[in-house]
């Protein structure tokens, strides 16, 4: 495989009816913290805030698994934190996060920075029906990136600064214009880019027990859902749950996906995705590094490209039939190979 044949793969998934799946690893190239960092934030973090004696016991068996090089999610799965603790992480992760965003989003207005996604949807002809991208990410990167280049977002909430959940009414916000059309009426609506998010965002709360999104609210109190083992449970609960199943059903209905910094470490994500792709779907991995899940899947998968860092300057093409490397090259960056194919 050559490089030629390498940019035509990837042009080749640039069109109508992909789903695009965003993982943290997109959010960490814009400044967002990953696992690592927000582990060691949990870690000086926590422990202040504990009082209770089984409380202290716990997080100091979690905290000496982080300390052992043993990832936050495995951590939480090893031992089970108590509400309280529970209730810590996510407002301390909502506040790391979103203070990180801030910051970003300061850029933005100051400095002219253009972020990866941004460039990224340029290549897309978005037309009335619009494209889905699924993220795990609870920073509003993707919707940002969408609205600076002039393309509506719509996230299942209908307002601007109080919007309520309304995910059988968000759709009628683009519409744009009522024709007629074989002696009908029909409607046309505006170009938009549906984010769907299974593990929250940092613009949902919940208000006398419905959820709304509200851009300019404080972080601690977002709906998220951190790492562990009660994220599958939290994840049937409204409007995670409705979030999922529209996920779920866009990558059922997909004829391709390209999958940005994600290991496919979710099962929210993966009952329905890994299906596809053993199906035979074809999908475009870009990533820094492969996971050993990751590379499982383009083992057992006929029509998986992905795309990773080797060697600090090249990178590596993996796809079932073998590994090809490209000497001084960034591909598996979003910025370096939006230059280079497009």
Known sequence: MDLDEVKKTIQDFFQENTVTIVGSGLSLAEGIPGMSALAAKLQGTIPSLLTDKDDINIWSKISSDLSTGIGLEQALHNTKPSATIEEY?????????????????????????????????????????????????????????????????????????????????????????????????VAEYAPRVTVLKPHGCLSWHMVDGVPYSIPQAFFENSLIITPGINKYKEGYNVPFDTHRARANTAIDGAQRYIIIGYGFGDDHLETHLVRQLKGGKPALILTHSLSGRTQELINTCKNITAICSKNANDSAVVTPSGEYTFPNINLWDLNEMLKEVF
């Open 89 to 185: 992480i996510r407002r301390t992760t909502a506040r790391y996060i979103g203070d990180a965003e801030t910051k970003v989003l300061r850029d933005l207005m100051l400095t002219n920075k253009q972020l990866r996604f941004s460039k990224y949807i340029n290549h897309f002809n978005v037309r009335n029906n619009g494209l889905v991208v699924i993220t795990t990410n609870y920073d509003r990167l993707i919707e940002y990136a969408c609205e600076v280049n002039g393309i509506r977002v719509d996230n299942l909430f209908v307002g601007k600064y109080f919007a309520r959940f309304e995910p059988e009414q968000s759709k009628y916000m683009f519409c744009k214009n009522l024709v007629r059309r074989a002696g009908k009426t």
